[in-house]
């Protein structure tokens, strides 16, 4: 069951411990990230900056990523690349949500689950030309 969202800036806002899978097919390699993911106020919406040591095949070491958030009601936000492009919109009024992203000829279908307040997932699964991965990542107060 999932737990509905309905002030998502207030919601995300703040420091989360993250874990990920991510089950590389296409290279036949397993990884993982573990690290934290901050949610900060910005103009408009919130800056969500990503920091975590990943282990995949042979690396070892950090990785970062940065997105803006748009937030243009209670509960959606559009969700910028750090270059500015978007990547995609999310809606977590009813405590998840379904997402589909076209980059170039790979496909990205995501979903969001709330669990609770401190608690939420987020799963992807890549496929195209250049990428067919899965990432399972748990978000935790």
């Known amino acids: 069951m999932s737990h509905p969202v309905a002030d998502l800036g207030a919601f995300l806002s703040g420091r989360w411990r993250i874990a990920r899978r991510i089950d590389d097919k296409r290279l036949g390699i397993l990884g993982r990230l573990t690290g934290c993911v901050t949610f900060t106020p910005s103009p408009g919406g919130l800056i969500q900056d990503e920091d975590g040591d990943l282990q995949f095949g042979s690396y070892r070491g950090s990785a970062t990523r940065r997105y803006h958030l748009v937030i243009d009601r209670p509960s959606m936000a559009d969700v910028h690349h750090a ?3 978007l990547f995609h919109t999310l809606d977590l009024a009813s405590g998840g949500a379904e997402i589909l992203h076209h980059c170039g000829a790979d496909v990205y279908r995501g979903r ?5 307040g401190d608690r939420f997932f987020l799963s992807w699964r890549v496929r195209g030309p250049r990428k067919d991965y899965a990432s399972v990542t748990r978000y935790t107060r």
């Open 112 to 116: 969001y689950r709330v669990i609770d």
């Open 83 to 85: 270059d500015g492009s």
